[in-house]
């Protein structure tokens, strides 16, 4: 069974702070890496993609790919109320559009004003 | 900005009745999916669709699962006898031409099965 993990939080920060979400897969042939949001009773919206080992930053969001050590994060900088949510960490095991995105159980951050 | 758009938002329906949801994926996208999530579990993959016939479905996508592009647009999911455990959020999702695996999601279908 090819699984996403991630811890459940749910993971308080204060605003302002940086928030650190995580993420490990079982498959070692995954190639592509998500992170989604998604708000309570809403469907979950893209936030990166990471397809190469290092770090990808797009605003206040960096994520960060090691595939040796079958680890994804994502970080938020700034943390803002707005940001509350949980999220999603996916992985896909190649470059085929129609091969399937695993969803792991999601992490949930709670960001305090 | 171009959108996934599903319908019904929501339906309520006796168990043992056929249920079809409707999605229209995003116009250049050509590679579609169901997914769904019991509230306050994980999105699961359902099935994966390209260029008219089914690429992948996961084991949950069982006989009474079918889905079908009857056009050029509308993308459905149809249940055959729905079951109390079918009662989850359905949601449609596609990825454009470069098949890079970057799922666009609808807003869900909510099916409640009584």
């Known amino acids: 069974q090819k699984e996403v993990e991630q811890n459940s939080g749910p993971l308080s920060v204060p605003e302002g702070a940086i928030a650190s979400l995580n993420c490990t897969y079982s498959?070692?042939?995954?190639?592509?890496f998500f992170w989604y949001r998604q708000y309570s009773g809403k469907s979950p919206e893209l936030i990166m993609s990471?397809?190469?080992?290092g770090d990808k930053e797009d605003g206040r969001f960096t994520a960060q790919l090691n595939k040796a050590s079958q680890y994804v994060s994502l970080l938020i900088r700034d943390s803002q109320p707005s940001d509350s949510a949980t999220y999603l960490c996916?992985?896909?095991?190649?470059?085929?559009?129609?091969?399937?995105?695993?969803f792991g159980t999601g992490t949930k951050l709670q960001v305090i004003p | 900005e171009p959108e996934v758009t599903q319908t019904p938002s929501h339906q309520v329906t006796q168990m043992g009745q056929e249920v079809i949801l409707r999605c229209v994926p995003i116009?250049?996208?050509?590679?579609f999916y169901w997914y769904r999530q019991i509230l306050g579990q994980k999105v699961e993959f359902l099935v994966s669709?390209?260029?008219?016939?089914?690429?992948?479905k996961s084991e949950i996508f069982d006989d009474q699962f079918s889905v079908e592009r009857p056009d050029g647009s509308n993308f459905t999911l149809k249940i055959r006898s729905t079951k109390l455990e079918d009662s989850a959020m359905y949601f449609c999702?596609?990825?454009?031409?470069?098949?890079?695996?970057?799922?666009?999601f609808g807003e869900g279908s909510r099916l409640t099965v009584l």
């Open positions: 999702a596609s990825t454009g031409p470069a098949g890079t695996g970057e799922l666009f």
């Open positions: 498959d070692r042939v995954s190639q592509s």
């Open positions: 990471i397809y190469s080992n």
């Open positions: 669709f390209y260029n008219n016939e089914i690429s992948e």
């Open positions: 116009s250049n996208h050509l590679y």
């Open positions: 996916a992985v896909r095991p190649g470059s085929g559009g129609y091969q399937k995105v695993t």
